[in-house]
């Protein structure tokens, strides 16, 4: 599978398994058993949306685009613009 294909079909399995809404891709790593997708999801809906809460999930599929597992690895704030 190509990147724009796994990209594709990491959103579209973390979507259907997770019920949360795919915000942005933000990382995309080709590893030996496959690939690892960094998403950003919308946890919680705010008022003002800087203050929506995101969730960074990471996600592992084979090389065939079969979903391996995914796992959150931490929330934000919308309107956080470090890293840490």
């Given at each position: 599978?190509?990147?724009?294909e796994i990209i594709k079909k990491?959103?579209?399995?973390f979507a259907r398994l997770s019920k949360l809404p795919v915000n942005a891709v933000i990382g995309l790593a080709k590893i030996d058993e496959g690939w690892v997708i960094s998403l950003e999801a919308l946890?919680?809906?705010a008022i003002p949306d800087t203050?929506?809460?995101?969730?960074?999930?990471e996600v592992c599929m084979?090389?065939?685009?079969?979903l391996l597992h995914f796992e959150r690895k931490r929330l934000r704030k919308r309107g956080e613009t470090e890293e840490g």
């Open positions: 599978m190509n990147t724009d990491a959103q579209e399995e946890q919680r809906k203050m929506d809460i995101l969730g960074v999930y084979d090389c065939d685009g079969n």
